[in-house]
């Protein structure tokens, strides 16, 4: 049986956007369909994300180490430092689970499809700066109206359930052409 290749989808938006939120509902309704589903969070906050340091894997990278693994009871935990490993390269790390999709939160200037979410009328900017979008959720209906002007793509509310209903259909269809690829 030939490997398949995950199809790599991703949430993006300012800080406060609504993109955890949505990117679990997201996880939730993939599980629920079968489809196995593993993630990629930036931590746009600036420093060093949260990292429990009292525990043996941060005292292995504390001591030197340049990458820790640990696993147990079907957990597998991965901290890593002094490694700037761009979102490429995190994406062929968790080709490893081998899942049918890698959800990625955040990275907004990357190249792959992608839902963006407006929060402020000042972030519609984003339709402009950020590439390969292919539907837009928005934070109320006037947003949603500018957005329109601006954009003739699929657009939502934020209290829309069809945005995961379009999200989920576009990621099972995804998922069956790269298995259909593998066959």
Known sequence: MALVNPVVFQIVGFQNSGKTTFTLKLIERLKNDQLQTV?????GHGGKPDASMSKDTG????SGALASIVEGGGRILLQAEGIACNLDDQVELMKFFKPDVIIIEGYKQEHYPKLLII????????LEKVNNVLAVISWNEEIKEQ???KWAGPSFLISDERVIQWTIQYVQ???QVQKNRSE
């Open 39 to 43: 993630t990629i969070k930036h931590h």
């Open 59 to 62: 005292k292995h990278l504390t």
């Open 119 to 126: 929060r402020e009328t000042s972030d519609i900017r984003l």
């Open 147 to 149: 957005v329109n002007e």
């Open 173 to 175: 269809e995804h998922v």
